[in-house]
């Protein structure tokens, strides 16, 4: 089993009208063993900018607590919050620079930019930037998460509708594998309010 | 084949772990404490490599009364396992402490409090953890007889079903088991339960 399996992870971001969805999974595994079904994956760095980390559990918290820290002393130095484009770029760097040794976690960042304008973008391990303007997905169950996103995203959804597809394409994918799962953990975020909602799917 | 576990009821936390010492196939000692007790309210069971854990819960339990003496209060169970998870993150990629735990604390705000802490440093706050072989026995018992606000009786009852599932299917089971507990009185050490004498 892969490092990037051991913990078990699920993670998507969708785009929307003025708004964006990120969801995970909430499953804690040790290999085939689940420790725990309430864990944290999804961090939010401001109120208009979020970070998913997949893959190793552990190197996903050390990872946000580094970002947070670097995040904090860049609101100090500028006295204003980061920009998604800004954030993924930190990020990047962040995991290149351990290129010969890397943070085994793929991370999702989501966010609104200027003009309140939606952000995506997933990378690897080491730093590689994917920007999409639909939907970006990471972890053990991504390849069914591209197919059940392929099939239901929609463009300029507004926020209820954006839930209920990002809703229905997590459970639909984490069902299929083993190793994620154990209910949802969406955010919806407008320019005005952000929504936290768990979801309750197969508890297995 | 080394197990620990433990669970929080209403007011305390519990930690159960085996006592045995083994060097391939011969059992040192059957009275080895592997739960230390970290300060006044806070407790570490911990399992895995012999000597990396002794090291580490010294190092950790040290670097506990340096925090208290420097700065006049003791640290809160949340923050020792921060502590904890930290210095196995940093030891990680360069010489790993091969240990895992589970920190069980008291604090007067938050009251009693479960912390799992993997030999990876994944840090998860939780009512109910497991390591080892036995993990796969007591985890199972404890999903289906566990309930928020357990008194301490139907907690070490618990206990002593998972005990006995480990002793009974598990091949080469730990012979005595410790147990302690920790509450708003404190850390210490409530019952062995024992197959051997020592």
């Known amino acids: 089993m892969s490092i990037f399996e051991y913990n078990g992870s699920a993670l998507v971001a969708m785009v929307g009208k003025n708004c964006f969805a990120i969801a995970s999974d909430r499953r804690l595994g040790v290999q085939l063993q689940t420790i725990a079904t309430d864990f944290q994956r999804i961090f939010k760095i401001h109120n208009k900018l979020f970070l998913g980390l997949s893959g190793l559990g552990s190197d996903a918290q050390t990872l946000h607590q580094r970002l947070v820290f670097r995040h904090k002393l860049y609101q100090l130095r500028e006295e204003r919050d980061m920009k998604p484009e800004t954030f993924a770029s930190l990020v990047s760097a962040m995991l290149y620079e351990k290129r010969f040794g890397p943070y085994f976690c793929q991370p999702v960042i989501a966010g609104l930019g200027e003009d309140d304008k939606p952000f995506i973008c997933t990378m690897d391990s080491i730093g590689a930037k994917e920007l999409a303007k639909d939907f970006v997905v990471a972890g053990t169950a991504s390849e069914s998460l591209y197919g059940a996103c392929e099939s239901m995203f929609k463009a300029d959804m507004d926020h209820e509708e954006l839930f209920e597809t990002i809703s229905q394409a997590l459970i639909s994918s984490v069902d299929r594998d083993c190793l994620s799962g154990w209910g949802g953990h969406v955010y919806v975020v407008t320019p005005d309010e952000v929504t936290e909602r768990i979801l309750k799917g197969r508890m297995d | ?198």
């Open chain 2, 1 to 198: 084949m080394e197990c620990v576990f433990g669970m929080v009821g209403k007011g305390f936390a519990l930690v159960v772990a085996d006592s045995s010492a083994v060097n391939s196939i011969l059992v040192h000692k059957s009275n080895e404490d592997k739960i230390m007790v970290l300060d006044s309210h806070k407790l570490m069971g911990a399992s895995g490599e012999a000597g990396d854990r002794a090291q580490f819960t010294e190092y950790v339990q040290k670097n506990v009364a340096l925090y208290q003496y420097r700065n006049g209060i003791p640290l809160t169970t949340k923050a020792a396992a921060n502590f904890m998870r930290g210095e196995l993150a940093t030891a990680l990629r360069k010489n790993p402490y091969m240990v895992n735990i589970v920190l069980a604390g008291y604090d007067k705000e938050t009251g009693p409090s479960l912390y799992f802490i993997d030999y990876i440093a994944t840090l998860h706050k939780v009512d109910k953890a497991a390591f080892g072989y036995g993990s796969y026995f007591a985890l199972s018992m404890m999903d289906r007889h566990y309930h928020p606000n357990m008194t301490v009786d139907e907690a070490v009852k618990l206990a002593d079903q998972c005990i006995e599932e480990i002793r009974s299917r598990l091949v080469v089971a730990p012979q005595n088991f410790v147990i302690k507990i920790v509450d708003e009185d404190g850390a210490r050490e409530h019952l062995w339960r024992r197959t051997t004498k020592d």
